[in-house]
C-alpha cells in the first residue's frame, strides 16, 4: 500500500510513461505536476522513487542531476488500476442520506395515518 505523494507520484510518472519503454523525465516537472498541498522538493521526491523502485513499482534505469530515465513496471501500473476500480465501488453516502430522510418521512407519515384511525 503506497502513502498519499507516492500514490501522486506513481500516476504522474504512469501518464508520463504511456508507452512500455523508458523515457527520461525531468525531476522539476514531476514536482510541478503534483498538487500544491502534497508537492514535495527534490530530495524528498528522490525518496519517493526510491522507494517506488524498491517496492517494483517503477525501474530506474539511471538518475542523473535533474533528471530520471524510468519506466513504469506492471505492479505499478497496477496499483494505479486498483485504486481506479476502488474509488468507484465506494458507497455513495449522500444517496443512503437520502433514501433514510425519505423513508423516515414515510414512516412518520403511515404512523400518524394509523394513530387517526386507532383513536376512532
Not at 530530495?43 to 517494483?56: A, C, M, Q, S, V
Not at 530515465?69 to 486498483?82: A, Y
Not at 468507484?88 to 407519515?109: E, R, V
Amino acid at each position: 500500500m503506497l502513502d498519499i505523494k507516492s500514490n501522486l507520484v506513481l500516476k504522474i510518472l504512469q501518464k508520463e510513461c504511456r508507452s512500455s519503454g523508458y523515457k527520461v523525465i525531468d525531476k522539476a516537472d514531476i514536482i510541478s505536476a503534483m498538487p500544491a498541498k502534497h508537492r514535495v522538493d527534490e530530495e524528498g521526491l528522490d525518496h519517493i522513487i526510491t522507494f517506488l523502485e524498491r517496492n517494483e513499482c517503477v525501474h530506474v534505469k539511471y538518475d542523473d542531476e535533474n533528471v530520471y530515465c524510468l519506466c513504469v513496471l506492471p505492479r505499478g501500473n497496477q496499483i494505479t488500476e486498483s485504486d481506479e476500480k476502488n474509488k468507484s465501488k465506494q458507497p455513495k453516502f449522500w444517496l443512503l442520506a437520502l433514501l433514510c430522510t425519505i423513508f423516515s418521512l414515510l414512516g412518520g407519515f403511515v404512523g400518524a395515518i394509523i394513530a387517526n384511525f386507532i383513536k376512532f
